[in-house]
């Protein structure tokens, strides 16, 4: 890097220099605006957080029905919420790597059943009172067992018991899983005094800010706790307001007027207006999410793989891409892993080829029209992208119908129920969450029925073995599978879209969901 | 006050409360009917079977339908709701709270838009068929015609985004002091005042020109009255009832029928509320929620039937 680069964009993080003159000057010595850029970003934290001030954060997906509760989180408010009040044991780094947070190392036994955490020790509570590992056994066992209401009981049926030894607390699994760890990052398993079992709802944690004020569906203030154990890196503002502001206009128009700093879910229609705004930023990450046209293949005509096939070939994914995500996403290829994930393997991409859907059409000898379902709940744009897919799908002589249903009742009665519809997935920790959720025979949320026993079996397999390179290998040998024989077809990734305003700093791109993985709030400081 | 009043009032009250009674049936047979089940809406996506066995039985789903609405009903005839099934709070305090926030929009607007309506409406009588009654036909109509959540984003973009005079988000809160209250909700008013003024405005036109027509204002005009005296002394209090009937009707609407505005300015109101509800299946919420708005609106009718019995001299004062 050069020396005069790196002079001038300390210059601009002390404010001595503004950001257009960096750039500018940047560009004259030959630097792309990305690189300018990143090289802008990084000299802002080295010149270090700045505390004060009340951050203040415009979320969509907040409601009058929400719960503080972690167990029932289930959309975008609980989520960052739950991360400015609460922690988990480890959670996930930019680059999908573990990191320590309320436990501080861990350890698996050679089989991979048993995994030990040490807990980090002289981290307060909101009450005062000291984590120990007694309240981490709690929490998990609330989380699990016939009786939790969790989004993580999911996750929780694979361990077998969890107990304290000393300042550690021991996961006995039911199945060896070498990816175990990376499951307890998930953001329903944030560490309460005695589990959350004497108030669920008290959002008591371990977290930099305490909830001073929860108005569901209206706006939730948290104020900086005084005793957080890792001021360095979190807790920067003294305050942090979240306003519930889920319409998506009304958003923008907040952001621009300067009544927030951060918004999420920009709507990729409108992100070359408000790029525009003096001072606002566009933050886009591409990660784990992604939309999915599923079939059943247990139900006719999915049953015949000719059918599924020609209906994967028939998607013209660049066009999805182009039109529905204006370029904020990337093609898909029929199956749910994509760079993002550890230990991924690319496979030769599928070709948008009506003559191959046609001849795998024509071999399947199905020729009357296909009923596919969709909402505008399934996706933003899915009825767009429905139609689209029916006119490609007409070029290669497959007839669609599209059903628009109501968004009411459409994660009931429509997705996971009926045999073609539009859904999507945020994607998950680690392969092996992802497949095991939805591609395993008797997994709940298998929406394509895909049934397959050798599948199955590698799924279980992968998970146990500690060999990083013959599981890179089995998770090709899956993925290959699904690509080829799945139910499911993936036109697009989709990325993440946030924005900030003029007075934002410390914003690091991260992969693993909006918002900086769900830490901005805490992580995010207001410079002067 | 005379015995056939009374008895008129008494008996709009007591069809008021029969019509109430009948409502609530309509609510509750309509909330068990929804497409969807509550359990699976509120864990979404990430509903495990047992987790959605726990919810159910939790949330006594599995009890008969008659058996929830007597339950249902005497408690509600006390004020108690019982708790939201999505998040467990009181459904009283929550929705006590959205519901002054909703009558206090409501009644900030109606506090402009009443007086400023029946004000252009005499004036346009006043200069009838001329240039300034078309012109406030004409805008009045013009304002009504365009949809809300389009001139709630005309202001938006003109006045919280361009100019930045006020801001786009009416969010309000408790201890609030009411300036800044006041300063919140200045763009919502607004686009509630032209949703309702030119209904109100054009009935006040149209009552009093009906008036207009009688004898007695001719007498009047050969008394030597002016054309604002005639209106306003003996024009207007003849022509009350047909007015006040509208007015409640609006006010009805400011209450039940601005979600759009609320959620475009994110005004903590029970519109949205509401809605909220709606999409997780939260029965008893959407219940509570239903038999408000209803109470508001036969409320609001009873009073303008009372007013305009009040009004009519005829049954004020009897032979």
Known sequence: MSQELEYLSQQVALGRSSRRDFLGRAAALGLTAGAANALLASAAHAAGPRRGGTLKIGLQGGAATDSLDPALAANQLTFHVGRMWGEELVKLSVTGQLRPYLATEWRSSPDAKAWVFKIRKGVQFHNGKEMTPDDVVATMRRHSGPTAKSGALGIMRAVDSVSRDGDSVIFTLKDASADFPFLLTDYHLLIQPNGGNDDPKAAIGTGPYRIATFEPGVRVIGERFKNYWDTKNRGHADQVEITVLNDSTARTAALQSGRVHIINRVDPKVVELIKKAPGVTVQSASGRGHYVFNMFSNT???????????????????????????????????FPINGSYPLFTALPQRPFDTDKAAFHYKKSGHNETILLRTSEVAFPGAVDAAQLYQATCAKAGIKIEVKREPGDGYWSNVW?????????????????QMW???????????????????????????????????????????????????????????????????????????????LMGGMAASECWLEA | MSSPLLKEIARRI?????????VSMLIFAGTQILPGDVAQAILGQSATPEALANLRRDMGLNEPATVRYWHWLSNAATGDFGKALSNGQEISTALGKRFSNTVFLAASAAVIAVPLA?????????????????????????????????????????????????TSVSTVFDGMPLSERLAAIILPVAVLTTEVLAHMMRMTRAAILNVMQSAYIETAELKGLTGLQIIYRHALPNALAPIINVVMLNMAFLVVGVVVVEVIFVYPGMGQYLVDHVATRDIPVVQACGLVFATVYIGMNIIADIAGVMSNPRLRHPK
């Not at chain 1, 028939?314 to 999805?320: C, L, P, S, V, Y």
């Not at chain 1, 996971?416 to 519809?421: T, V």
């Not at chain 1, 305003?501 to 410390?506: A, N, T």
């Not at chain 2, 007591?14 to 009674?21: A, D, K, Q, R, S």
């Open chain 1, 436 to 514: 095991a959720t939805a591609y395993i025979t008797g997994a709940d949320w298998n929406d394509t029925r895909f049934f397959n026993p050798a599948f199955d079996k590698m799924v279980v397999t992968a998970r146990g073995e500690l060999n990083q390179a013959k599981r890179k290998q089995m998770y090709l040998d899956m993925a290959l599978i699904v690509h080829n024989e799945g139910g499911v077809i993936v036109p697009m990734f989709n990325d993440t879209i946030d924005a900030t305003g003029p007075k934002v700093g410390g914003w690091i791109k991260n992969p693993n969901a909006e």
């Open chain 2, 118 to 166: 029946i004000l252009l409406g005499v004036v346009a009588v006043r200069y009838r068929n001329g240039f300034i009654d078309r012109l406030i036909s004409g805008l009045g109509l013009a304002s009504t015609s365009l949809p809300a959540f389009f001139v709630g984003y005309v202001l938006m973009y003109f006045f919280a985004v361009k100019l930045q005079w006020v």
């Open chain 1, 416 to 432: 996971n129920k009926q045999p073609f519809h539009t859904s999507y997935w945020g994607g998950r920790a680690v392969q092996d």
């Open chain 1, 300 to 334: 006719a005509p999915f049953t015949n793989n000719d059918v599924r096939l020609a209906l994967k070939l028939a998607m013209d994914r660049k066009e999805m891409v182009d039109k529905l995500l204006r370029g904020f996403g990337s093609i898909g290829n029929d």
């Open chain 2, 14 to 22: 007591l069809l008021g409360m029969l019509m109430l009674l009948g």
